[in-house]
């Protein structure tokens, strides 16, 4: 068999086509992943969470590596993110971070300027090493079969989560110190952006190829707010981020932002290199309003409830909006629960149309060694 990159192959490696994507360089065709691709729409997922707590599935370095390349075995991404949590870092921090049935709890929400005193930076390597060791063997794992991932939640959306002690639909209690108590919304913000960078740095020095910025909740904001606030955050975040040394190409940054489609042009001054875009804002016009940007996104993740037929249809729709170049395939969301295995299946089949048929997938590569 034929290993993608080698001499013989007539395509790249995935991990070189998903940074070649991320740069906008020329590709054999556009890489695929998808956010949360591990969870609870695989069996086999569901059967270790029955075993262990997500916290606890969270910290030990074999079973996150395992969940982590449960997606990669089943479907070959061109990219394979590490398995985690966005508040992993946040209860490093000081945190109180609780996991429930409905979803993470703070039950000690930062709402005034001592709050923010009681949080701390801290050394990833020794607050949060495991992450680093889950890094580390995934890339043993996958070498150049697929381009490891690392993450972090933006520091709007940590935020976010500190304030309002868990998820919202209104947002009020950091909306009102936005308002009320900016100069305390600032420190957290910057603070919040000095761990962000550090937390990403050491997932680059631990192995990742690329890193992806969570922006979940700053679709909340107006453009005035997100430029005010998110931004200057979000933007000191990615500057603080060391990319890699030597003669390597600097990582990649991917900056999501859920509900953003009124903040793409802002979103472009974050320093980020590429763009997510949801499913709400059609990719043709991403690549109207930003020449020139790499964009990933953005079947709606709603479709992977429906049929095989419609997947492909919407993919390759996808592809043909931005024309395959600096473009990696992807959901605008996370995946959800619920999703169909043959639509998830249809989803990366579709996108691997666009190969040479003599290419052989990032799974079969993983086999073959």
Same mark, same amino acid.
Request: hydrophobic share 40%; net charge positive.
């Given at each position: 068999m034929t290993?993608?990159?080698?001499?013989? @192959?007539? @395509?790249?490696?995935?991990?070189?086509?998903?940074?070649?994507?991320?740069?906008?360089?020329?590709?054999?065709?556009?890489?695929?992943?998808?956010?949360? &691709?591990?969870?609870?729409?695989?069996?086999?997922?569901?059967? /270790?969470?029955?075993?262990?707590?997500?916290?606890?599935?969270?910290?030990?370095?074999?079973?996150?590596?395992e969940v982590s390349l449960q997606p990669f075995r089943r479907f070959g991404p061109d990219g394979v993110i590490f398995f985690s949590d966005i508040l992993v870092p946040v209860a490093a921090a000081g945190a109180r971070v609780e996991f429930g049935d409905a979803g993470p709890e703070l039950p000690e929400p930062v709402r005034d300027a001592a709050a923010v005193d009681r949080l701390h930076r801290f050394d990833p390597s020794e607050a949060i090493g495991f992450t680093g060791e889950i890094l580390r063997a995934l890339s043993r794992e996958v070498g150049d079969a697929a381009a490891v991932l690392g993450f972090c939640g933006a520091p709007w959306t940590l935020a976010s989560y500190l304030v309002e002690g868990g998820g919202s639909k209104s947002f009020a209690a950091i909306k009102e110190m936005m308002l009320r108590d900016r100069a305390t919304l600032e420190r957290l913000l910057a603070l919040l952006a000095d761990i962000v960078g550090e937390v990403l740095s050491? &997932?680059?020095? @631990?192995?990742?190829?690329?890193? &992806?910025?969570?922006?979940?909740?700053?679709?909340?904001?107006?453009?005035?707010?997100?430029?005010?606030?998110?931004?200057?955050?979000?933007?000191?975040? /990615?500057?603080? !981020?060391?990319?890699?040394?030597?003669?390597?190409?600097?990582?990649?940054?991917?900056?999501?932002?859920?509900?953003?489609?009124?903040?793409?042009e802002a979103m472009r001054e974050s320093g980020a290199d590429v763009l997510s875009i949801d499913w709400r804002t059609p990719l043709g016009e991403a690549r109207r309003r930003l020449p020139g940007m790499p964009l990933q996104g953005?079947?709606?993740?709603?479709?992977?409830?429906?049929?095989?037929?419609?997947? @492909?249809?919407?993919?390759?729709?996808?592809?043909? =909006?931005?024309?395959?170049?600096?473009? !990696?395939?992807?959901?605008?969301?996370?995946?959800?629960?619920?999703?169909?295995? =043959?639509?998830?299946?249809?989803?990366?089949?579709?996108?691997r149309g666009h190969a040479p048929a003599a290419a052989t997938t990032a799974a079969e590569a993983s086999a073959s060694r």
């Open positions: 290993l993608p990159g080698s001499p013989l @192959s007539p @395509s790249p490696s995935s991990a070189r086509r998903f940074l070649d994507a991320c740069r906008g360089n020329p590709v054999d065709r556009p890489p695929v992943w998808m956010m949360r &691709q591990a969870g609870r729409y695989l069996p086999e997922y569901r059967e /270790i969470r029955r075993r262990v707590s997500f916290l606890d599935l969270c910290r030990s370095v074999e079973l996150a590596t050491f &997932q680059i020095a @631990s192995g990742a190829r690329a890193v &992806q910025v969570f922006d979940t909740w700053a679709g909340e904001l107006t453009r005035e707010d997100y430029r005010a606030f998110a931004l200057p955050a979000v933007a000191r975040a /990615i500057a603080g !981020i060391r990319r890699g040394t030597g003669d390597e190409a600097p990582a990649p940054v991917i900056l999501y932002v859920n509900g953003g489609g009124h903040l793409l953005n079947l709606d993740p709603g479709l992977l409830l429906g049929t095989p037929e419609e997947v @492909s249809r919407r993919t390759l729709a996808t592809i043909r =909006e931005t024309g395959g170049v600096g473009h !990696i395939v992807n959901l605008g969301h996370g995946v959800l629960p619920g999703s169909r295995l =043959e639509c998830v299946e249809a989803f990366f089949a579709a996108v």
